[in-house]
């Protein structure tokens, strides 16, 4: 390998004991060696980047460099490449960075070191390891970690709105619960105690209200009544589910043990409590609508 043959005056140390030493030659020939079988891309230059060797893995990829400049070599480029490093290694550091190339859709880490000459002249080192599948694998990675955070937060939130669901199920349990029971206090009671203190021909009607009262004893009539028109005592909200169920003022009274007068009274007061005083609104019709 013709471009190698500028190492032979590199001197890589210098042994105390000069019965163990080794010749030039023989050291330069074993870092050759060792650079030779580097997977990376190496390469050798001096300051005003001419190579002065080149990697066989660097070769098979862009052949041999001839009288080729680095930039001109690797980038096809007319003049030093925009992330060039030269000025801080010829001053004596040891440089490593990460480079993306579009024009490879590679991304490599570079790490460049100087290289000390018999002569005290420097020359720099420079190997290109290509990092594409791990920042890759990296970037999948990341990907995936965000889509993991969203996924998260999008179970969050469906949490949430099954708390929320939840938690509107047991409000319209208990809401239920209290209108059963309410439905209970003001319809099924009252009937219960009319047919206990009534033994006569309207018996069978009040079962049949009392049936009725129990098949829809989760109404919310009577519970919307009473929110809406809050006014109305117990006795007029009882009054008010008897006319629902279309009993005359007569029957209504027996059942109450009332007068028809007392009755009449109260419808009266039922309508002007439910702001429909004078108008020609059937009552019973009315309260069913509600």
Known sequence: MLENSHLTNISLERSANTDLAMTTEVKNNILIQTLDKFDDGVYISNQDYSLLYTSPSLQDVFGPPGNKKCFDYLFNRDDACPWCRNQ???SGKVISWEQSFDSFSKTYNIQEVPLYYPNKELRKI????DI?????SEKQLKLTHSNLIEE???LNKKNLALSEILRQIDYEKNLIKC???ANINRIV?????ILRNNTNSDRDLYFGMLDDA????TSKFMTKLELQFSSLSPRELEICNL???????KQIADALNISIQTISQRRKHIRKKLGISNKKINLSAYLKSS
């Open 88 to 90: 801080e290694v010829f």
């Open 126 to 129: 420079t190997r290109y390891r």
């Open 132 to 136: 594409t599948d791990h920042k890759q």
């Open 152 to 154: 998260q937060v999008r």
């Open 179 to 181: 209108q059963v029971q």
């Open 189 to 193: 009671k009252p009937l219960v105690d």
């Open 214 to 217: 129990l098949n829809d004893i």
């Open 243 to 249: 006319i629902k169920n279309d009993l005359s003022s």
